[in-house]
């Protein structure tokens, strides 16, 4: 062997050394990248506040809300971040997206609640990927924008904004860096389901009016009430009759910020959908009895077949599959079951969605243990033309949706029944007595006990404000209840002012007053015509209206945000 060739190998073996060496370097480096303790919440934050960013850029420029939304948002993000400051280093000044700096002290709840009971502080919990969503929701209230909960809902499901599988929207460099325990909590762990939206936002309420005194203002419950009245293809009688029944009852729609525990039917908008529903079941119930208005310009003169509008809602609800597409937002829901039952074109649009969301190919080529290039050069992605899957923006589907709107509104508008007009005199030519609207009111304990005409139109109801169906229908128990309550006290104060007849004439004279400024009268023994139908809600019969014990103990449930 010569001294060239002892030479070669010495070299050789000197560069696989080094190279198994840089190898080792590379890896541990890689290890270290993934950030620890403050300051891998730090980046979580600054992730997080990157995709509550890019929620609001959608829902300025695609859902046309008002720019100042994003100021907003920015101010309650700038709040919620004090909180953490015990939790995040911050002697580096490092800017963040919304310039918000982590820069005052803020006492914790043990501190603030002295001398109370303590419990487990939310204050420092770091804010989760639904909280995002009650943040936007927060600031359009804030705003007064006549947006429901289940417009955000819907928005968020049919990703017109971020939400589903959000860390996509994190660039590499950062997320590589982050644990997996602040990436999962980044990623959507399941499908956004009814009531989640409502709990956060009472959540996130109550905690900037503990630690720092803001309360929301009333919700603007006109414009979203006439919005629920069109959705639901209800008559616009309805808009003057629940907004006198919620003056009735007092309810302000207000959020409640007193207690971590709050009843359903304080939500706002909980409350407003149940009053609506009431007023339907006064001016429209669900059963078979023939009721007469005593004249034309009476409300409810004009009755609804339900069952041409439980039709009619059926064809609206399935515009999107009508033409055998699997229907935007619906991809999520798709299970292993599913598969067997998905058209060609189905499952096409399936895995357009599923490479979009879940796929990313960079990540895989680049990791050292990843598929060889060659095997994923075999099952290449996306179409085999090329094309890929059209899309439908936010702007195209709410003309779309608001066309099927019109459709659904001329179709249950042109099925109205006109009511026989029964007026007191005549009534007095019938043998029996004469049902008025408003009468036999009918109380359902549970979905099982709703007609299929009733379910359908409650879980219509509910899913305008993204609560479940029992939700609603134990909000709407706990204001019937409340209801009851005022006509017993109306029945009471009537009776004491039979015993007292001067006493009498002085509350007569305190009810005209009511009455100018209500629109009705509260008199006992004279009830006109319109206080018929928000005061009889027994209708002759006291057995329909009494207590039940199942339906008290489901209102006396008081839920947790």
């Excluded at 993000?77 to 400051?85: D, E, H, K, P, T």
């Excluded at 001067?502 to 009810?511: F, I, P």
């Amino acid at each position: 062997m010569s001294i060239q060739e002892t030479q070669d190998e010495e070299e050789d073996s000197r560069t696989e050394r080094r190279q198994k060496t840089r190898h080792k370097r590379e890896r541990e480096e890689k290890v270290s990248q993934i950030y620890r303790g403050p300051e891998a919440l730090k980046l979580y934050l600054q992730s997080y506040q990157l995709i509550l960013w890019k929620q609001c850029y959608a829902l300025i420029h695609s859902m046309h809300l008002p720019a100042e939304l994003e100021v907003v948002v920015k101010d309650l993000w700038s709040l919620r971040l004090r909180l953490l400051q015990s939790r995040v280093d911050t002697s580096a000044d490092e800017g963040t997206m919304f310039s918000s700096q982590v820069n005052s002290e803020v006492h914790t709840d043990d501190q603030q609640s002295e001398g109370r009971r303590k419990r487990p502080s939310r204050s420092k919990v770091i804010p989760s990927l639904l909280q995002s969503l009650g943040l936007c929701y927060i600031g359009m209230m804030l705003l007064k924008l006549p947006i429901s909960m289940g417009d955000l809902h819907g928005w968020a499901y049919r990703e017109h904004i971020p939400y589903v599988r959000a860390v996509r929207y994190v660039p590499r460099a950062m997320k590589d860096k982050l644990p997996a325990t602040y990436l999962a909590a980044l990623d959507t762990q399941a499908i956004l389901k009814a009531d989640d939206i409502r709990k956060t936002v009472h959540e996130l309420t109550v905690l900037y009016n503990h630690h720092f005194q803001v309360t929301l203002p009333v919700l603007n419950h006109p414009l979203l009430l006439f919005k629920h009245i069109r959705d639901l293809a209800l008559p616009l009688d309805m808009f003057v009759a629940v907004r006198r029944l919620a003056k009735l009852l007092q309810i302000d729609f207000s959020f409640p910020v007193a207690r971590p525990y709050y009843r359903i039917s304080s939500a706002p908008e909980v409350a407003l959908m149940a009053l609506l529903v009431i007023t339907v079941k006064l001016y429209h119930p669900f059963d078979s009895i023939d009721r007469h208005p005593r004249s034309l310009t009476e409300p409810g003169t004009l009755g609804i077949d339900w069952n041409r509008w439980s039709e009619v809602q059926k064809d609206y609800d399935a515009r999107d599959t009508a033409g055998g597409e699997l229907g935007r937002g619906n991809e999520i829901k798709v299970t292993e079951t599913d598969v067997f039952n998905l058209s060609g074109d189905q499952v096409d649009e399936y895995l357009d969605w599923f490479e979009k969301t879940w796929v990313d190919e960079e990540r895989a080529r680049k990791r050292p243990r990843g598929y060889p290039s060659q095997l994923l050069d075999m099952f290449p992605t996306g179409k085999p033309d090329g094309s890929t899957r059209p899309t439908v923006d936010a702007e195209r589907e709410r003309l779309n949706d608001e066309e099927g709107l019109e459709a659904k509104l001329r179709a249950v508008q042109g099925a109205l029944k006109q009511r026989q007009i029964i007026s007191d005199k005549d009534a007095k030519n019938y043998e029996e007595s004469v049902a008025r609207i408003g009468s036999f009111y009918k109380r359902y304990r549970k979905a099982d006990d709703l007609p299929a005409t009733a379910k359908a139109f409650h879980e219509t109801a509910a899913s305008l404000i993204a609560v479940k169906l029992s939700t609603l229908l134990i909000a709407i128990g706990q204001i019937e209840r409340k209801l009851m309550k005022w006509k017993e006290q109306q029945e009471k104060e009537g009776s004491d002012s039979d015993e007292d007849m001067e006493h009498q004439s002085e509350e007569e004279s305190a009810a005209d007053e009511v009455s100018e400024s209500e629109g009705f009268s509260m008199h006992q023994h004279e009830k006109p015509e319109e206080d018929q139908r928000l005061y009889d809600l027994s209708g002759g019969d006291p057995a329909i209206l009494q207590a039940d014990s199942d339906l008290d103990s489901m209102n006396a449930q008081e839920d947790s945000p």
